[in-house]
């Protein structure tokens, strides 16, 4: 039994969930995956998963087994990287989680620039404004607005996104405008589900003092895209970051308020698990993220936010 494939095959049926979809990323037929981890549970003495027609589970020892496993396999990856020094070529899968409306503007055009430059590189990516466990859920990295958010994982920034407060300027005929973030108690805001509070706005005024006040609107939802869409209807107030909003306020469909009181900007991270060693292909996106969002096209000219310092 060739043992290293037979935990790699293991490994990968309870990442996938399917013995199937195992094969399709290794490459390999069914038979073969089927065939490893049948050895490896008889090398082993124990069952590693309780197979039905409906479903794959682990075992308790499949359990135990499973998390050493990884580790073995991740390790293995590091040494070779090691060895390999700066000639390091990324290559593999990376799985990566991202918001919804950024992943789709400005992750997946990054993405395929990345494979077209590392040909040997795949991704398996999942969109998503909740929190994503990493570790819990397999994930290599996520590329995370504002907090980083757990005390295990390290980020590293590769930009920064400005939030705007803005309406639509049939909203700000109807209603007035706000002059200062207290007035926004009388307005009608749209709320996102997964800020870090989410009926609490946040601003700062000229002196650098934070104002932080309770909003409450008509609608709540968890994509900051739906937001901005209804913002545009003029159905109230959205509090969104320049990468949802900057196009409309460049084409004068939404108006920035509350000019002066803008918070200072957000850090957009690649956030990973902490480890001793990263691997080639993380830090390698990570460092081209770095280069891509150096001067990032969402970001409006401070004029047209009237900010003053």
């Given at each position: 039994?060739d043992?290293?494939?037979a935990?790699?095959?293991?490994?990968?049926?309870?990442?996938?969930?399917?013995?199937?979809?195992?094969?399709?990323?290794?490459?390999?037929?069914?038979?073969?995956?089927?065939r490893?981890?049948?050895?490896?549970?008889?090398?082993?003495?124990a069952r590693?998963?309780?197979?039905?027609?409906?479903?794959?589970?682990?075992?308790?020892?499949?359990?135990?087994?499973?998390?050493?496993?990884?580790q073995?396999?991740?390790?293995?990856?590091?040494?070779?990287?090691?060895?390999?020094?700066?000639?390091?070529?990324?290559?593999?899968?990376?799985?990566v989680?991202?918001?919804?409306?950024?992943?789709?503007?400005?992750?997946?055009?990054?993405v395929?620039?990345?494979?077209?430059?590392?040909?040997?590189?795949?991704?398996?990516?999942?969109?998503?404004?909740?929190?994503?466990?990493?570790?819990?859920?397999?994930?290599?990295?996520?590329v995370?607005?504002?907090?980083?958010?757990?005390?295990?994982?390290?980020?590293?920034?590769?930009?920064?996104?400005?939030?705007?407060?803005c309406?639509s300027?049939?909203?700000?005929?109807?209603?007035?405008?706000?002059?200062?973030?207290?007035?926004?108690?009388k307005?009608?805001?749209?709320?996102?589900?997964?800020?870090?509070?989410?009926?609490?706005?946040?601003?700062?005024?000229?002196?650098?003092?934070?104002?932080?006040v309770?909003?409450a609107?008509?609608?709540?939802?968890n994509?900051?895209?739906?937001a901005?869409?209804?913002?545009l209807?003029?159905?109230?107030?959205?509090?969104?970051?320049?990468?949802?909003?900057?196009?409309?306020?460049?084409?004068?469909?939404?108006?920035?308020?509350?000019?002066?009181?803008?918070p200072?900007?957000?850090g957009?991270?690649?956030?990973?698990?902490?480890?001793?060693?990263?691997?080639?292909?993380?830090?390698?996106?990570?460092?081209?993220?770095?280069?891509?969002?150096?001067?990032?096209?969402?970001?409006?000219?401070p004029?047209?936010?009237?900010v003053?310092?």
């Open positions: 039994m043992r290293f494939a935990i790699a095959a293991f490994a990968k049926v309870v990442e996938t969930g399917s013995f199937a979809r195992a094969a399709e990323r290794l490459g390999v037929s069914v038979s073969s995956v089927s490893h981890v049948t050895d490896l549970e008889a090398h082993l003495n590693l998963l309780n197979r039905t027609t409906r479903r794959l589970s682990l075992t308790e020892t499949g359990r135990a087994f499973h998390e050493r496993a990884v073995l396999l991740a390790d293995l990856d590091e040494a070779e990287e090691s060895a390999g020094a700066g000639a390091v070529i990324p290559r593999g899968t990376l799985r989680t991202c918001g919804v409306t950024f992943g789709t503007r400005y992750l997946a055009p990054a395929a620039a990345f494979m077209a430059r590392h040909p040997e590189m795949r991704f398996d990516v999942e969109l998503s404004d909740r929190i994503v466990d990493l570790i819990d859920e397999g994930f290599d990295a996520a995370r607005i504002g907090a980083i958010g757990g005390q295990n994982l390290v980020g590293r920034r590769v930009g920064a996104t400005q939030l705007v407060c309406a300027p049939a909203y700000l005929t109807r209603h007035g405008e706000p002059k200062t973030p207290e007035d926004l108690a307005h009608a805001c749209l709320i996102y589900e997964y800020a870090p509070q989410r009926d609490t706005w946040t601003f700062s005024d000229r002196a650098g003092s934070e104002r932080r309770r909003v609107g008509p609608v709540h939802s994509n900051g895209s739906f901005e869409a209804l913002a209807e003029g159905a109230g107030i959205a509090f969104e970051p320049d990468f949802i909003v900057g196009a409309d306020v460049r084409a004068g469909r939404l108006v920035p308020i509350l000019r002066g009181f803008a200072p900007p957000a957009i991270h690649v956030v990973y698990a902490s480890r001793r060693h990263l691997s080639a292909k993380v830090r390698a996106f990570t460092d081209f993220l770095v280069e891509r969002y150096a001067k990032p096209d969402w970001m409006l000219d004029k047209a936010l009237r003053q310092k």
